[in-house]
């Protein structure tokens, strides 16, 4: 149990386009979602924390107006990056957890999705 | 700021051998820590969670131990195989007052790159 479906694994997408990733908890309500972004050989970094029915919360130096996070239901996320440019290409994974703000549970993460921006 | 790290950054052993990886922190105040492992590309996979008041967890060939006061957790590997060549995580949970989207910050380490040789 607890599997998280991330779609695409891989996009590659022209400077200035957007690009939707989708976050999906399988088989358990997601009461919370969170998003990471990993560069090459570093360590995962927390984008952003959005919980079902709320505005995601960001955290500092990540612009809310160009990665948009909606978590309309229990069960999906979505993160969209508008007007992609080079910088961003980047490996983003989303992790799952049934209790709000994650708590003291394991947190269950997707397979990731491989942005490249040309 | 919690920092988290993982020595070493990469571990080349022959099949069968025992291993230890390392993981320090610098703010003993933790709510938890988990281990996690990443194949190359794809996102985490959860393999023990140990909670501040636990000293060590295990599974099959597994062993997480915690000594949250000194800031330091280990993950010892029991007769390792070629299959359990892939990059270690660990990541220290944190309580924080006042926090937007969730009280609980995860914060992960580089990771150790383990490669099995048969």
């Known amino acids: 149990g607890a599997v998280v479906s991330q779609h695409p694994s891989w996009v590659i997408c022209k400077s200035g386009t957007s690009v939707k990733i989708e976050c999906r908890s399988l088989d358990f309500q997601a009461t919370t979602m969170f998003w990471y972004r990993q560069f090459p050989k570093q360590s995962l970094m927390l984008m952003a924390t959005s919980n079902e029915g709320s505005k995601a919360t960001y955290e500092q130096g990540v612009e809310k107006d160009k990665f948009l996070i909606n978590h309309a239901s229990l069960t999906l996320s979505t993160l969209t990056v508008t007007s992609a440019h080079p910088e961003d290409s980047s490996f983003y994974i989303c992790s799952a957890s049934r209790r709000a703000g994650g708590g003291n549970s394991p947190l269950h993460f997707g397979n990731g999705t491989r942005l490249t921006v040309t | 700021k919690q920092e988290v790290t993982q020595i070493p950054a990469a571990l080349s052993v022959p099949e069968g051998e025992n291993l230890v990886l390392n993981c320090s922190f610098t703010d003993s105040a933790i709510y938890n820590l988990q281990w996690f492992r990443q194949d190359p590309g794809k996102g985490l996979t959860s393999l023990l969670l140990?909670?501040?008041?636990?000293r060590e967890q295990t599974s099959g060939r597994l062993n997480a131990s915690l000594d949250k006061s000194s800031g330091r957790s280990t993950l010892y590997i029991a007769a390792s195989q070629p299959g359990d060549s892939a990059t270690y995580l660990c990541?220290?949970?944190?309580?924080?007052?006042?926090?937007?989207?969730?009280?609980?910050?995860?914060?992960f380490g580089k990771g150790t790159l383990l490669t099995v040789n048969p």
């Open positions: 140990i909670q501040s008041s636990q």
């Open positions: 990541a220290v949970r944190r309580y924080l007052e006042n926090s937007g989207g969730s009280n609980y910050k995860l914060t």
